[in-house]
Nanobody, 124 residues
Framework: QVQLVESGGGLVQPGGSLRLSCTTSGSIYKIGAAGWYRQAQGRQRELVARITTGGVTDYEDSGKGRFTISRDNAKNTVYLQMDSLKPEDTAVYYC??????????????????WGKGTLVTVSS
């Protein structure tokens, strides 16, 4: 069964940084196009940034300027580097990705999966 696993969340002071990671639970799978979303308490889930298999990135206003999405295909991992964090960045961050077999090309077509989320709390 395919599972996306996020890590890297935690408590950080305003102005600090965190790096989130997203990978699959099994080595027979690999991540294609992917995105990071976040959901603050009482608010709808929103897109932060996306990245294609080839590394082309796209940011929503919530992620522009302070967040950087990247990937290491050799490690089958997508990252979200978050700098200059603000209290309003507090949310559960979710990875969403197209996942396919590691033996095949995985792009933007296919079944997408969600991770369970990792909590980021920005507070002094």
């Amino acid at each position: 069964q395919v599972q996306l696993v996020e890590s890297g969340g935690g408590l950080v002071q305003p102005g600090g940084s965190l790096r989130l990671s997203c990978t699959t639970s099994g080595s027979i799978y690999k991540i294609g196009a992917a995105g990071w979303y976040r959901q603050a308490q009482g608010r709808q889930r929103e897109l932060v940034a996306r990245i294609t298999t080839g590394g082309v990135t796209d940011y929503e206003d919530s992620g522009k300027g302070r967040f950087t999405i990247s990937r290491d295909n050799a490690k089958n991992t997508v990252y979200l580097q978050m700098d200059s964090l603000k209290p309003e960045d507090t949310a559960v961050y979710y990875c969403n990705a197209i996942v396919g077999l590691a033996s095949e090309y995985v792009g933007r077509d296919g079944t997408d999966y969600w991770g369970k989320g990792t909590l980021v709390t920005v507070s002094s």
